[in-house]
């Protein structure tokens, strides 16, 4: 019989589940697929050291919805029912008198699997170890920065370097490679989807253990090379089982003592326009509004509710809503309070990060790294005023202007140049050194990736863009023009380092401010892992430009909670965002 050319894609099984082990191929099909008529099993064929089993499933054949509307116009369009067919061979291979499970799946196979069960970044390994890492074709990644997190695939014309797909390790996580393997460490083109790996081969089935061989070879201890080692310092975790441990971990921490749960914080995980925000509240105790939201206030009002008690992990993930509500008392925007969660965990001597609903593996000695280097980012040691409760940032930069003779205020004084599509922000106060200071309220994750875009942004155009130099320019001179006159002589310096030609970098200083209720609390202590992330890369950029960078903590209020109105008040009316949710659960 003649080789046919098959695209395999294979996932690795683990050894145990739920700490027993897999002893037999039904333990890797879900467990509802297998319960149903429609699901058709072989019997196992091979021996001891080689096995197989085929699982096939054809649903019953169905039209699909698009023809209904294409017979709106045309009666007597006919398609013919078709099928998503689905097939799972699953396959034992005996080395080294260790028992090693693949699945391939066919068409929409990967379905039929239990997805508790398979190895996670398995294919990502197995390219990273058997690919020539010279001859790659595309590269995907995911990247957890402003107030979002991106995805990205980019594809080269033909094979190039990894190198040149401009990666960051440290910011970017990668999810997929697609290269030419390796001759002697495996045969064809690889191609990882993270989990699994798939490839062309032209085999027969009698060579299938030969494939499997192979895949064991490549995965070896399952580590990545020494070149993409990075690869491993903070991934995002998808096993259910581990998800599952970590939220209760959570739930543990919350309902504990301030000793456990200082690792953790709550904030809106999205940058929001707290000017357009007169107060938050928590959907299970509306009347409560409060000027801020923190972890300290989610605990103070389940109390005051009588809910902490009955705290729960579905509670936290679909029952509790943070609401930040206008004027007005319409809800403008909403999320759960799991994913306003933020900080880290520890498990088995292990530190995971909570983000946005997420949950994040971290290498300790990247971690440590990390950390080091925010400690080292300079303090901003001029003067600036204290923040003042239910201060808005336009008012506090308004505030320190009119403080501080040194200060222009430029928030709100945006530019338009002609080859972006939105005004940019110089700064919100500029002093008379050159300090460009970007002030923003709230540590949350959102919010300080936003600040810290913000200053890369105004200091990369002041360095490359002529026209936005120009326009700069006109803004500090009608900002120095409303000082008083006494005080305008001591910005001459500073206008005439403005040049539409050119600046020099190194005169002048990017300064991140925060208002927050810091108490004692340093940066590291205080800001979410993917904001040490964006901060030190920000900060690399902008030195590599030749500014220099500094951090300003501004100690703010606390937040405050008005007097609720009696029980049995009329609770505000509310929005389409409380379908996050039960909003009286």
């Avoid at 995965?219 to 090379?225: K, L, M, N, S």
């Avoid at 999320?335 to 933020?342: D, E, G, K, N, Q």
């Avoid at 002030?439 to 949350?444: C, E, F, G, I, P």
Wanted: proline share 5%.
């Amino acid at each position: 019989m003649a080789n046919s050319t098959v695209h395999f894609t294979a996932y690795r099984i683990k050894p145990n589940l739920n700490g027993r082990a897999i002893g037999d191929f039904d333990d890797a099909i879900d467990q509802a697929a297998l319960a149903t008529s429609e699901l058709e099993s072989f019997d196992p064929v091979g021996d001891d050291e080689f096995s197989t089993k085929l699982y096939l499933m054809a649903p019953p054949p169905k039209v699909p919805d698009w023809i209904i509307f294409l017979r709106q116009g045309f009666p007597e369009a006919e398609v013919p029912p078709s099928v998503a067919n689905r097939a799972v061979l699953m396959a034992k291979l005996r080395n080294d008198g260790k028992d090693h499970y693949f699945a391939f799946t066919f068409g929409l196979g990967r379905y039929l699997l239990n997805n508790e069960v398979y190895e996670r970044h398995f294919g990502l390994t197995v390219v990273l170890r058997a690919a020539d890492m010279e001859r790659v074709r595309r590269v995907g990644k995911k990247t957890v920065r402003e107030d979002c997190t991106m995805y990205e695939s980019r594809q080269a014309g033909r094979e190039i370097p990894f190198d040149r797909f401009g990666f960051r390790p440290g910011r970017d996580v990668l999810r997929s490679v697609a290269a030419a393997s390796e001759e002697k460490k495996f045969s064809g083109v690889l191609l990882s989807a993270n989990d699994a790996i798939s490839f062309n081969r032209s085999v027969l089935f009698s060579s299938l253990k030969a494939v499997c061989q192979e895949l064991v070879d490549a995965y070896g201890d399952g580590a990545a090379p020494k070149p993409f080692t990075w690869v491993n310092d903070f991934q995002i975790i998808t096993a259910p089982d581990l998800i599952r441990t970590l939220s209760d971990k959570v739930v543990a921490l919350i309902r504990g003592d301030d000793t456990g749960r200082h690792t953790l914080d709550l904030a809106p995980p999205e940058f929001i326009d707290f000017s357009k925000v007169a107060h938050f509240r928590f959907s299970f105790l509306r009347a409560a509004e409060h000027s801020d939201v923190s972890l300290e206030q989610y605990i103070s009002t389940l109390t005051e509710a009588d809910r902490f008690t009955d705290l729960d992990l579905e509670s936290l993930r679909s029952r509790h809503i943070v609401e930040a509500v206008d004027e007005s008392g319409e809800c403008i925007d909403a999320w759960s309070v799991f994913r306003c969660l933020t900080g880290g965990i520890r498990h088995e001597h292990t530190t995971y990060v909570l983000e946005d609903g997420d949950f994040y593996l971290i290498d300790r000695n990247y971690l440590r790294a990390l950390n080091a280097y925010i400690e080292s980012v300079p303090q901003y040691t001029e003067v600036l005023p204290k923040g003042r409760e239910e201060q808005t940032e336009g008012e506090y930069n308004d505030a320190a202007a009119d403080a501080r003779s040194k200060y222009l205020l430029l928030d709100r004084k945006t530019v338009r140049i002609s080859n972006r599509t939105s005004s940019i922000e110089i700064c919100d106060l500029l002093s008379n050194k050159g300090d460009l200071i970007h002030v923003k309220r709230k540590l949350s994750s959102s919010s300080l990736s936003h600040l810290f875009a913000q200053g890369f942004v105004s200091a990369d155009l002041l360095v490359r863009n002529p026209e936005y130099r120009r326009e700069v320019r006109k803004k500090v001179q009608a900002a120095v023009s409303k000082k008083l006159a006494a005080v305008r002589p001591s910005f001459n310096d500073l206008l005439d380092a403005i040049d539409p030609d050119g600046i020099t970098a190194r005169d002048y200083r990017i300064v991140y401010a925060v208002i927050a209720k810091w108490n004692g609390r340093s940066l590291v202590d205080a800001m979410p892992f993917f904001s040490k992330v964006n901060l030190r890369e920000h900060i690399e950029d902008l030195k590599a430009m030749g500014y220099k960078v500094a951090f300003a903590k501004i100690q703010g209020p606390a937040p405050v909670t008005r007097a609720r109105a009696p029980r049995g008040a009329p609770a505000p009316a509310t929005s389409t965002f409380s379908t996050l949710g039960s909003p009286t659960a």
